[in-house]
């Protein structure tokens, strides 16, 4: 009796011991599941927010019509991912205009980025486009080749130039494209070409397309940096080779475009520019005035000097 006792005992010591190790295995199993599914979304997630900076990166560089850069970085980051952010502004002869940022979702799931059809969003009327978030006026480009654009053409350098103690901000759409160099000659040397717009295809409206318009962006007083150390319209190049924006518009598809043009004009002497944002005070528009090389001319920013910027 005391050895059929003994082994019941020995029996359930045994049963216990084996439950115990699979418990033990499970918890093992499960823990290093999750250690490893943590890591690997983890990993996911780090990889998309790398994808996103790159892209508002790239847009940064050649979609941003003379929209300047404060920061970039994550924000509201969770285990489902987060958000890369990018606050701007306008920097018109001194004066500051502040603009909406770019918000670029990102997570390991399905989800991904939402936010790409949201990029450079306007309002637009018949005679105007403003920014959706801070519903400043956006200079519009124009292309000559659509006769009835979704916004009606703009002449508003008459407009600008009749005004005494204004600073501006206007858009200029050629009737041709000009180059660089054309284009130098033809200003007034007290206004600033600050960004060059490369155009759209021949059939696209460019009046919808949000604020979505390509170019390189000038230094302060108009010049196209080109040094040992430091090449404006050579970074701008590069840049269009590698962007990566499957949108468009109307079956315009900017990251084609963006490729073609990258493709046909290596060097900044033959790249051709189909319009330019100028800024300057507003008297000295006046030569403008009724050029005939000047197809269209949007103001953006437009408000009285003053003695403190």
Request: hydrophobic share 40%.
């Amino acid at each position: 009796m005391n050895d059929e006792k003994k082994f019941r005992q020995l029996a359930m010591r045994v049963k216990v011991v084996r439950w115990l190790i699979t418990i033990g295995i499970v918890i093992v199993v499960l823990l290093v599941g999750a250690i490893g599914g943590y890591w690997l979304t983890q990993k996911k997630a780090g990889q998309e927010s790398r994808r996103e900076d790159r892209f508002i990166e790239q847009v940064s560089t050649v979609m941003s019509p003379n929209i300047a850069v404060s920061d970039r970085y994550l924000a509201d980051t969770n285990f489902m991912g987060g958000k890369v952010t990018s606050h701007r502004y306008k920097d018109i002869e001194g004066y500051r205009e502040a603009w909406s940022p770019i918000v670029q979702p990102y997570s390991w799931t399905w989800l991904g980025n939402q936010s790409g059809d949201t990029l450079n969003s306007t309002d637009t009327t018949n005679h105007a486009a403003y920014d959706r978030l801070t519903q400043h006026k956006i200079p519009l480009f124009y292309n000559p080749k659509v006769k009835h654009p979704d916004v009606q053409r703009a002449a508003d350098i008459n407009r600008v130039a009749r005004t005494r103690g204004a600073v501006a901000e206007v858009a200029v759409s050629f009737a041709h494209p000009l180059t660089y160099t054309q284009i130098q000659q033809r200003l007034p040397k007290n206004l600033h070409a600050v960004w060059y717009w490369i155009g759209v295809g021949p059939k696209a409206d460019a009046t919808f397309m949000d604020n979505n318009f390509l170019g390189v962006q000038a230094d302060s007083q108009g010049h196209m940096v080109a040094t040992k150390d430091e090449n404006y319209y050579r970074s701008f190049r590069q840049t269009l080779k590698q962007l990566d924006v499957g949108y468009g518009y109307n079956n315009f598809n900017i990251g084609e475009y963006a490729h073609k043009y990258a493709k046909q004009y290596p060097t900044l002497k033959t790249a051709k520019f189909a319009g330019v944002i100028v800024t300057g005070d507003s008297e000295n528009f006046k030569p403008l005035a009724n050029a005939d090389w000047i197809y269209a001319s949007s103001a953006g920013f437009f408000q009285q000097r003053t003695a403190i910027k």
